[in-house]
């Protein structure tokens, strides 16, 4: 990239994706540099090797979600598991394994119970090992097709259930309630208000009785005797 390029001439594509022909290399640095890009060698083998004029960072990033959208389109197939109503534990437990194997690759699976002769007057044992088979798979699957009769088949399709992502899970998760925080206010009781004290009601006096009239003073002996 840039003056990492060794080689000259170079063939030259624009970032209108215009071809400008053969090159020499410093003239095509000269040219991606006035027009604020990269000079990217794209075809090193080529005779002579082809470069182009582009915006690295962005062709970057570009083509890191390319391969993101490539990744997350994946494509669910119906796998078969087939079952009989003889098969022993340990072929059972084989083929759960193989069940779960797909489930994790985010595959359907349809499970097959042929039937044969006499066996097909037990066609309760293909309704209780299809019951056995939900119950060990547990919450992991969604039954998308009960299990139905068609002849000589017995058929149950189920698929995986998506889990949410461990950022999804955290978002989802309730955060736990902060702790109220404390007051300024003393936790001292605030002193009660005085109540006035009732104001008894005022009681004349009693006025005094008039004091008694006094008696003449006795005159005096001679006054007496004249």
Avoid at 12 to 36: C, F, W, Y
Avoid at 42 to 63: D, L, W
Avoid at 115 to 121: I, L, N, P, Q, S
Avoid at 181 to 206: D, G, L, Q
Wanted: net charge positive.
């Amino acid at each position: 990239m840039n003056e990492r390029i060794r080689i000259s001439p170079i063939r030259v594509i624009d970032q209108n994706n215009e071809q400008l022909g053969v090159m020499p290399t410093q003239q095509a640095l000269d040219m991606a540099r006035e027009a604020g890009l990269d000079l990217v060698e794209v075809s090193p083998t080529e005779a002579p090797p082809v470069c182009r004029i582009v915006n690295y960072g962005k062709a970057q990033f570009e083509k890191k979600k390319r391969l993101k959208t490539s990744a997350s389109s994946h494509t669910v197939t119906l796998k078969e598991i087939r079952l009989r109503p003889k098969t022993d534990t340990h072929d059972r437990m084989i083929k759960m394994k193989r069940t779960q194997q797909f489930l994790d690759q985010g595959h359907k699976v349809q499970f097959t119970m042929l039937f044969r002769g006499r066996e097909r007057a037990h066609r309760d044992i293909g309704f209780d090992t299809f019951k056995g088979i939900l119950e060990e798979l547990g919450e992991s699957v969604k039954v998308e097709r009960h299990p139905s009769i068609d002849g000589r088949r017995m058929t149950m399709v189920v698929a995986p259930v998506k889990r949410p992502s461990s950022k999804a899970a955290a978002k989802a998760k309730p955060s736990a309630p902060k702790p109220a925080a404390p007051t300024r206010a003393s936790s001292a009781p605030a002193p009660a208000k005085a109540v006035p004290a009732p104001i008894a009601p005022t009681v004349p006096a009693p006025k005094a009785p008039p004091a008694p009239a006094t008696a003449p003073a006795s005159q005096p002996a001679a006054d007496a005797e004249a």
